[in-house]
C-alpha cells in the first residue's frame, strides 16, 4: 500500500516563471487537499477535491493559483507568474470518503514539494 | 471561526525525560475532530492521531498518550520515555464546521530530544 506522492522535491525557478507540482493520492482514496507551509509556520488549507469536483478554495488561491484533479485520481497544482512571496513547502494530502469512524476523513500527507523562488 | 495555538515553540529534554505538548483550540461547533501530526526533519507530515468531539476518553499508544478535555478546549501530547527518534515538531489540528473539510493547525511545537 503506497503514500501520498508527489513529484517534483524540490523546485527552484525565477521570478515571473510557471510552476506546475503534481499530486498523486492514496489509490482508494477520493478526497485530495493541498496546504502550504512556510518556515516555522503550520500547513495552512489551500483547496479540496472530491473525486474531480473543486469543492472548497481558501482566500490564500490567489488568481495565479490553479488546481485540477481531471480524472478524480492524481492532481496538479499550477502557480503562474510566480514571486518570492510564493516559496514554500506545498503540501498534498488524501483521505477516504468511507470506512471505519477511525479512518474516515484522516488526511494522509506527502512529502511535499519545496518550491524555491529566485 | 477555528483556532489552535499551541503556546510552546521549542522544548527541549534529556532522553529519557516525559514532555507534554500543549494544544488548546477554539471552535463553536459542537462536532469536531482533534488531530496531532508528526512532522520529523524528512518534511512528511505523519499522522498519530484523531479524537471525535463525543470521545474524551484518554488514550494511550505505546509511549504515547492523549488528554482531551473539553472542559479546558485542551488536546495535550505527552511523550513517556522520550527518545532521539521522538525529536520533530509536532502539529495539533482541528477539523470542524459541516461542510468544510480543511485542517486548521496550530504553529507547531519543535521537540529536541537529548541523548
Known amino acids: 500500500d503506497t503514500g501520498v506522492s508527489q513529484n517534483p522535491r524540490h523546485k527552484i525557478t525565477k521570478r515571473g516563471q510557471n510552476v506546475t507540482f503534481r499530486c498523486d493520492p492514496i489509490s482508494e482514496h477520493n478526497r485530495l487537499y493541498w496546504y502550504r507551509q512556510t518556515l516555522g509556520q503550520g500547513p495552512e488549507f489551500l483547496t479540496y477535491f472530491q473525486n474531480e469536483a473543486q469543492l472548497e478554495k481558501s482566500r490564500l488561491l490567489s488568481d495565479r493559483f490553479s488546481a485540477e484533479r481531471p480524472k478524480g485520481s492524481f492532481s496538479t497544482l499550477e502557480i503562474q507568474r510566480t514571486e518570492q512571496g510564493d516559496s514554500a513547502m506545498y503540501l498534498c494530502a488524501s483521505s477516504a470518503r468511507t470506512g471505519t469512524s477511525g479512518v474516515r476523513d484522516t488526511q494522509y500527507f506527502g512529502p511535499g514539494t519545496r518550491l524555491t523562488v529566485l | 471561526a477555528q483556532k489552535v495555538t499551541q503556546a510552546q515553540t521549542e522544548i527541549s529534554v534529556v532522553e529519557k525525560e516525559d514532555v507534554t505538548l500543549d494544544c488548546v483550540y477554539e471552535t463553536r461547533d459542537t462536532t469536531y475532530y482533534l488531530f496531532w501530526y508528526k512532522q520529523p526533519p524528512s518534511g512528511e507530515l505523519v499522522f498519530l492521531i484523531r479524537?471525535?468531539?463525543?470521545?474524551?476518553q484518554n488514550e494511550i499508544s505505546g509511549r504515547y498518550s492523549w488528554n482531551f478535555q473539553k472542559s479546558t478546549s485542551s488536546f495535550n501530547f505527552t511523550i513517556t520515555a522520550s527518545q532521539v527518534v521522538d525529536s520533530a515538531v509536532y502539529f495539533c489540528a482541528l477539523h470542524s464546521g459541516a461542510g468544510s473539510y480543511q485542517l486548521t493547525f496550530g504553529k507547531g511545537t519543535k521537540l529536541s530530544v537529548i541523548p
Open positions: 479524537r471525535n468531539s463525543f470521545d474524551e
